[in-house]
């Protein structure tokens, strides 16, 4: 070992001085061979004898001096050496395929690289606290569905429920469980916050006081809330939040006086008592957090929340550390046994027994959560995984494309590979040279596709609204590696592997190898079969975008625009919002182009949406969940405004005091119960604990509020005026004639001389809110077509270089086609032919792959089958028509070539 050892360090110390090495042993040889002329012109021999038997019995100076360094350094790192070397000049000298090659290689990579980022970023990335394996999450299965949810169009059961009530945190918390310790989170929406005299409105995040403790996270400045700031009433010294980096650096300028700094979170004062770490921004992968607040704040944020004390309200998710040594399974197991138990203790009082029953009856299931949970995760984890496979498709694309472009590469090399296999190189040395050209071509991909990754993934994450860090970490970094290796081995080893068998004579005839052959006719199938698919996949996505765009929404919202301004927390107090809501209406409406205008609590196909169970005499024997509807609050005016048609009845009147209650239903509440919408008018409904009927006044048609792939839910509209259904957060939409822009600048004046400044306002359209409701849809359908662009250029040109290069290897064959009479035209459907054959077997393929996918697409398209003849049968037309057009410059090639000079080497 110690001799080993020794034998290293030598060689590794000789490594900086193999200069003053090379020169001593050429003296030293040099030396020895004067001394021997020396004594052999002693003995009599003349000079040149003495010089000529000198040389032979010292024998080749080479292969001492070879032999000698191979004792001295490592030979097979100076071999490898001089290939990299070797490799990078011929590379240099063939500018325009290196160029071709790595362009490929970086978009390919690239689009991996950036896809793979947001996937790790937004699933796969641990949350950056301590032992975030141990980390679980707790939700609620075999529940009641006790709402009206719908999937795709389709109406679908609530199968589980990640939020729990507070008085089951409660019970939670203070028995034993599988869990060691415990915590809460509520929301991560965006807060109105003044700090340090500018506004703010960042993510907030309501956690117990046991959040950071339990994730174990040290604060930069400051402290961090603990469970002493979660209590009723709050701290004595205030409310404290906790503030992330980026909200330090953008309200304090990262200034240390941050902590201990008053400001306002939704006009109600809070005090900052701590930093969070950089490298924190919550548990919520998807929504970077930048505000943390003690859950038990919301009695001054929501003073008419009852949140703490009625089991009914569920808003928290629960998460926590596993006991030690416990499984996620055996966690699960004890939670349903202890679940009965739990739920007796925080159940609401009052229910009946058939929703006692069904509320005992849920069970508990333990989660792992070490990367975290959020809505995004779940939202986006399918797309993440199509645009996964999307890559990788057009990955193995590219791969197979330069693996024909290598092999042919190989083949126009014959000659110097012959050469050098005659002169005694290896197979080896061979497969080693060739495979450091394929890697060098490879690093170049990478180096390309890293750069393309950075702005590619931050330009996808934005698209979809998720705040990740898509920056290079070890486990992108093990990603990119891989693919690095996949290519080698792919697109390198193959044409190492076939170029270094080849016989060195066998390599210089004219003809290429039959397998070899037979090799790239394979890569171009599986190339044409991917690339089916991809264009298969995006003409789906791009038909079902284009539905659902012009799918009809029930509202006639042309040039109508819709606002919602922030008045709370521009200094307009709960209490005076009805006043204001008029004085603004009032104003909106005299304004010059200005056709209509009224206020709604459920701006169309917005983020928000509010359910209620409706009394309907003759129909109490339905379920509740049957009788839900969509509780829409409006002013007078807004089925004008919105140019939803009346259909019987009349609209409701401006508010005023006094009025009895009424509503307006859509047509399908109406046909439920009523049979008709004339029916309807002049009946009566009532709402759960209220004893005052509803009469109804008048039916609309039915329109489509939360997403337009729904069906059009049942919706109930009552005026705002009625029993104080106005509330902070409406949206007012404004009908008008004439700019977009001159209008909302008219508008925000209002607000702000209603407000006393400028407030913050959300400025959208239906069309707009349309558009927002399919970014999903409207992303996958782009990026799914440039892939699909990009792989159908690659197998166009590798079509296209298969055939060139048949055609030279032809090219003796076609002359003497050619010289007995065979006409260009047929040579040419020769070539076109083999070309067509190639691309309809591939598209065979294409089509069992695509088939047996079809399941990945469905949920994602809309009046569109995933089989759809006419939009598959397009694609095939089209792919037939780029591989015929790839085959016509080397069919039209093969057939001007000359006899004469074709057959003039024989």
């Known amino acids: 070992m110690n001799a080993w050892w020794n034998s290293l360090l030598s060689r590794l110390r000789r490594l900086g001085r193999r200069a003053q090495l090379d020169q001593d042993l050429e003296d030293e040889l040099a030396a020895h061979l004067a001394l021997k002329q020396q004594a052999l012109q002693a003995s009599g021999r003349s000079i040149d004898e003495a010089a000529r038997e000198a040389r032979v019995a010292l024998g080749n100076a080479t292969a001492w001096s070879e032999e000698t360094r191979e004792t001295w350094l490592f030979p097979w790192l100076e071999g490898l050496w001089q ?83 507070y008085p089951l945190y409660q019970a939670l918390s203070k028995q034993e469980t599988a869990f060691s310790e415990i915590f809460g989170v509520a929301g991560a929406g965006a807060m109105a916050v003044d700090a340090n005299g500018s506004p703010h409105r960042p993510n ?13 996270v040290q604060p930069q400045l400051g402290r961090l809330l603990t469970a002493a700031d979660d209590v009723p009433g709050g701290p004595s010294g205030g409310w404290p939040v906790v503030i992330s980096d980026a909200l330090w650096s953008r309200a304090f300028n990262r200034s240390p006086a941050a902590v201990g700094a008053a400001i306002a979170v939704e006009q109600v004062p809070f005090v900052v008592v701590g930093i969070a770490p950089r490298s924190f921004v919550g548990t919520t992968p998807g929504t970077a957090i930048d505000l943390w607040i003690t859950v038990s704040s919301m009695e001054a944020l929501y003073p008419k929340f009852r949140w703490r004390t ?31 138990g739990l739920l007796a203790s925080a159940k609401e009082v009052g229910l009946s027994a058939e929703a006692e029953r069904q509320f005992l009856a849920m069970k508990m299931e333990v989660r792992p959560t070490p990367a975290g949970d959020s809505t995004p995760m779940k939202q986006y984890r399918p797309v993440l995984l199509i645009l996964l496979a999307a890559v990788a498709a057009v990955l193995l694309i590219a791969a197979t494309n330069l693996t024909n472009l290598l092999l042919a590469r190989a083949a126009a090399r014959r000659q110097e590979i012959a050469t050098r296999l005659a002169l005694g190189a290896t197979a080896g040395r061979v497969r080693q040279q060739l495979l450091i050209e394929s890697t060098l071509l490879a690093l170049g991909g990478v180096a390309g596709g890293l750069v393309l990754a950075r702005w590619l993934g931050v330009a996808i994450s934005s698209q979809l609204d998720l705040d990740i860090d898509t920056r290079l970490d070890l486990t992108v970094l093990a990603f990119v590696i891989a693919l690095l290796v996949l290519v080698v081995l792919i697109a390198g080893w193959v044409p190492a592997w076939t170029a270094s068998r080849q016989h060195y004579q066998a390599m210089r005839s004219s003809t290429g190898s039959i397998g070899a052959g037979r090799l790239r006719a394979g890569m171009i199938v599986l190339q044409t079969a991917l690339t089916f698919m991809l264009l298969g996949g995006s003409a789906l996505m791009l038909k079902s975008v284009q539905r659902l765009v012009h799918q009809a929404t029930g509202f006639d919202a042309q040039a109508t625009v819709l606002l919602t301004p922030d008045l709370f927390n521009a200094g307009i107090s709960r209490p005076a919002h009805d006043r204001a809501y008029g004085s603004i209406l009032e104003q909106a409406r005299q304004l010059p182009g200005v056709t209509a205008a009224a206020w709604t609590g459920m701006a169309p196909l917005g983020p928000q949406a509010q359910m209620i169970t409706i009394d309907v005499p003759g129909h109490m024997h339905v379920p509740s969940k049957d009788r839900m509807v969509f509780l829409h609050s409006v002013t007078d005016g807004y089925f004008e405004t919105l140019g939803i048609p009346l259909l019987a ?84 939409a404004v009908r008008h004639a004439g700019a977009r822009e001159p209008l909302v600048a008219a508008l925000q004046a209002i607000f702000r001389k209603e407000a006393g400044r400028m407030p913050y306002v959300k400025v959208t359209t239906v069309e707009g809110n349309v558009r927002e409701s399919v970014k999903i849809e409207r992303l996958l359908s782009s990026l799914l077509a440039g892939f699909a662009g990009f792989g159908l250029l690659i197998s166009a040109t590798g079509i296209a270089g298969l055939l060139a290069y048949a055609v030279q290897q032809r090219r003796r064959e076609i002359g003497i086609r050619l010289a007995l009479g065979s006409a260009p035209e047929a040579i040419r459907w020769r070539f076109q032919a083999q070309a067509l054959l190639l691309a309809t077997l591939g598209l065979l393929c294409g089509a069992g792959l695509s088939y047996t996918l079809r399941r990945v697409m469905d949920s994602y398209l809309y009046q569109v089958g995933a089989t759809d003849p006419a939009i598959w049968s397009t694609v095939a037309v089209v792919l037939l028509a780029t591989a015929f057009a790839a085959a016509s410059i080397p069919a039209w090639r093969a057939s001007r070539i000359n006899p004469m000079e074709a057959l003039r080497p024989e």
Do not use: H
């Open 310 to 340: 009625n089991p009914g309200i569920g808003f928290l998710r629960v998460q926590g550390r596993l006991k030690p040594g416990l499984s996620p399974e055996v966690a699960t197991q004890q939670m349903t046994a202890m679940a009965p």
């Open 83 to 165: 290939d990299v070397r070797f490799g990078v000049r011929v590379l240099a000298k063939e500018k325009l395929f290196t160029f071709v090659v790595v362009l490929t290689l970086t978009l390919s990579i690239g689009a991996n690289t950036a896809v793979f980022s947001i996937t790790n970023g937004l699933l796969l990335r641990l949350l950056p606290v301590k032992q975030p394996e141990q980390l679980a999450k707790l939700v609620l299965t075999n529940i009641a569905s006790t709402g009206r949810y719908w999937v795709n169009g389709r109406e679908t059961k609530e199968v589980e429920r990640a939020f729990v009530s």
């Open 649 to 732: 009845g009349r609209e409701f009147p401006a508010a005023s005091s006094g009025r009895r209650w009424m509503c307006v239903m859509s047509e399908d509440v109406a046909r439920r119960y009523y049979s008709s919408p004339t029916a309807a008018i002049g009946q009566f409904i009532g709402l759960p604990n209220d004893k005052e009927p509803i009469e109804v006044v008048g039916v609309v048609a039915a329109t489509k509020y939360t997403n337009v792939r729904e069906a059009s839910p049942p919706t109930v509209y009552f005026p705002s005026w009625m029993n104080g259904l106005q509330s902070p957060g409406m949206t007012l």
């Open 204 to 216: 907030t995040a309501r956690v117990t006081g046991s959040y950071f403790p339990v994730l174990g």
